[in-house]
């Protein structure tokens, strides 16, 4: 079974402009998180899809926006970016919400470097 | 909001040697207790806790849960290079996980 794949792998942007991350789970799942982590901060929760709804949001700006598609694969957007949105994005996927989920597979990550 | 805390935040060691790893949590909705290993990019599932007291065991890696201390400890015999890496926790809280800022351990030879 293939793993959780996300794209880009790496990405530079300027400030300013805006960015889409992918995520696609592994087959069957359709939950997906979505985390941001950072030397400083650690891996700090975003937000969660289920079914095409958004389940559960972080402590992000509205800047940060995600969606996801009837094939369970998800989007994450960044708009206006600033320097301290430079981090390592990682989707996970479940089975089910994480209110059941026993574990989360984690995909491989998207380096967003911020100029 | 839920708050995981880890401790130490970097961790050298030499082959061989036994280490013991710390989170403790709080929470406001407890479903269970996990811990993940992190090497080059993505976190891989070690081992997920609901229960206090009783110990989860992977060949070198054991944990378990004090429910009453809100605590979880993560140990590793004979430790070897490849078990250098970024050691994570998390709290799955309701449905939502939150994670602690990981501990860094270096294993050299």
């Known amino acids: 079974k293939a793993g959780v794949t996300q794209t880009p792998r790496y990405l530079i942007k300027t400030r300013g402009q805006q960015v889409t991350l992918s995520c696609s789970p592994i087959?069957?799942?359709?939950?997906v998180s979505w985390y941001q982590q950072t030397p400083g901060q650690g891996l700090q929760f975003l937000f969660e899809?289920?079914?095409?709804?958004?389940?559960n949001k972080g402590n992000f700006p509205g800047r940060f926006s995600g969606r996801q598609f009837s094939n369970s694969r998800s989007e994450m957007n960044v708009s206006t970016l600033e320097l301290g949105d430079s981090a390592l994005y990682l989707c996970?996927?479940?089975?089910?919400?994480?209110?059941?989920?026993?574990?989360?597979?984690f995909g491989p990550g998207t380096r967003l470097t911020v100029l | 909001e839920d708050k995981v805390v880890q401790s130490p935040l970097s961790l050298v060691v030499h082959e061989g040697d036994t280490v013991t790893l710390n989170c403790s949590y709080e929470?406001?909705?407890?479903?269970?207790l996990l811990w993940y290993k992190q090497e080059k990019k993505a976190p891989t599932f070690l081992f997920m806790l609901?229960?206090?007291?009783i110990e989860k065991k992977s060949g070198r890696l054991s944990s378990i849960l004090d429910k009453k201390e809100l605590f979880s400890i993560l140990n590793i015999t004979a430790t070897q290079t490849g078990d250098s890496a970024i050691y994570l926790c998390?709290?799955?809280?309701?449905?939502?996980?939150?994670f602690g800022s990981g501990t860094k351990l270096n294993v050299k030879p």
């Open positions: 996970a996927s479940s089975l089910a919400a994480g209110i059941r989920s026993n574990e989360q597979f």
């Open positions: 087959s069957g799942h359709r939950s």
């Open positions: 899809y289920f079914s095409e709804t958004q389940r």
């Open positions: 929470v406001t909705n407890f479903r269970s």
């Open positions: 609901t229960s206090s007291g």
């Open positions: 998390a709290d799955l809280n309701f449905n939502k996980f939150y």
